[in-house]
């Protein structure tokens, strides 16, 4: 039996957040600056300012009254963040993201998520262009340009956290990125009970890699063709599991097991309407429902992209780098958020693990950070034309 978990009535200040988040980053990040009107806290405290803000480095430095200039600031981060260097930032992120994991958290497998997050671009850029870090997808937020990453998130009870990310090429392959998360959680010393992954990996090449590396994992897979195809599989009167050869052209063929799940989904006007889910097996037993009722954890991850994009600082800059920086620093505040939890707002008593989450909720966080780096700099409380 879990041994009771002590609670720890010690308070968590505005001033603490801000200090552990900017500590954290700064340990694993390299940004510097050593200049008269700003240093290397200056810019942590302007990214982190920016992020809970939901808003701009130009924003957030002309609200605050004796920060440095932007372009000041904008001038430090791109000429240390070339996209050359974007490989080795990736890196640093990794190993910031390791280091907020909990140590209890690696003494079992655990079970993950991956997908990709895709950040709208509306500049102008070159696809020919062999270095280009702008991805096409489908149109969303009238554009079809976006910066690309892709994330691996730990699926636990009140710890819902991102332990890996990539940086996606357009050049890249899924493989490449899978590849690349999965290295990067077994860096962090996870054991991966189970992956969970959407209809965006559901492929040959990415199913023969899973197979190859023993991963089990449960992937959704499309439905195609008319009569034929995977769509044969979706007939009867009841849920069940069975095999399907995946064919292609370039890749050959592979057969997996698949979960055929008959389902109903309620439409606006209330009535019911019959569907059908496919979910490719690797390694997974169980009946076809309760891979669908394991699956539905997945979407969590899609909760932890709309509550990062809460604390993700805005940029036009055409820089990939400083764009993947912004992205980083969005992660940091939410795994920080949810660590601050941990270290003093944990509940005691018998039984799982649990925080007080109603007592730090995201909004509080931000307005912790926001209101230390006010506090800090001061604020521009009245404006008046200058004298002619």
């Not at 605050?64 to 932007?70: G, V």
């Not at 895709?118 to 340009?145: F, I, L, S």
């Not at 800059?317 to 400083?322: C, G, T």
Request: net charge positive.
């Amino acid at each position: 039996m879990r041994e009771p978990t002590s609670s720890q009535p010690i308070e968590l200040t505005d001033q603490q957040t801000l200090h552990d988040t900017m500590l954290i980053g700064r340990e694993h990040i390299r940004l510097s600056a050593d200049g008269y009107r700003c240093q290397t806290d200056d810019l942590w405290r302007i990214l982190l300012a920016a992020a809970a803000r939901a808003s701009t480095i130009e924003a957030t430095c002309a609200e605050l009254l004796t920060a440095p200039a932007a372009n000041t600031v904008r001038e430090h981060l791109n000429d240390q963040l070339p996209p050359q260097s974007i490989s080795e930032l990736q890196q640093q992120w990794n190993a910031l993201l390791c280091a907020l994991i909990p140590d209890w958290l690696r003494d079992r497998p655990q079970e993950l998520a991956v997908d990709f997050h895709d950040q709208p671009y509306y500049g102008q850029h070159n696809p020919d262009e062999p270095d280009t870090w702008v991805c096409r997808g489908e149109a969303r937020d009238g554009t079809t340009r976006f910066y690309r990453c892709a994330t691996a998130y730990v699926l636990q009870r009140d710890l819902r956290l991102t332990v890996a990310v990539v940086f996606v090429k357009p050049t890249m392959s899924k493989v490449a990125v899978l590849s690349g998360l999965l290295q990067a959680v077994k860096r962090a010393g996870l054991t991966i009970k189970c992956l969970f992954a959407d209809k965006g990996f559901c492929s040959i090449p990415i199913l023969r890699y899973l197979i190859e590396q023993h991963i089990p994992g449960i992937i959704a897979m499309p439905i195609r063709g008319k009569q034929g195809g995977s769509r044969k599989l979706c007939c009867g009167g009841k849920s069940y599991r069975t095999s399907y050869t995946l064919r292609s052209a370039e890749h050959g063929s592979l057969s997996v097991p698949v979960a055929v799940v008959r389902t109903y989904q309620r439409r606006r006007s209330g009535r019911r309407e019959l569907r059908w889910l496919l979910y490719v097996c690797l390694g997974v037993a169980g009946k076809a429902v309760g891979i669908r009722r394991r699956y539905r954890r997945r979407f969590g991850i899609e909760t932890g992209y709309r509550v990062m994009e809460q604390v993700r600082a805005r940029t036009t800059s055409p820089n990939p780098a400083l764009r993947f920086l912004l992205m980083g620093v969005a992660l940091l505040i939410v795994n920080m958020w949810i660590r601050l939890h941990w270290l003093f707002l944990r509940l005691g008593g018998s039984g799982p693990r649990r925080v007080a989450r109603w007592r730090f909720r995201l909004e509080r966080m931000r307005c912790f950070l926001i209101r230390a780096i006010e506090r800090f700099y001061g604020v521009v409380t009245s404006v008046a034309l200058a004298p002619t």
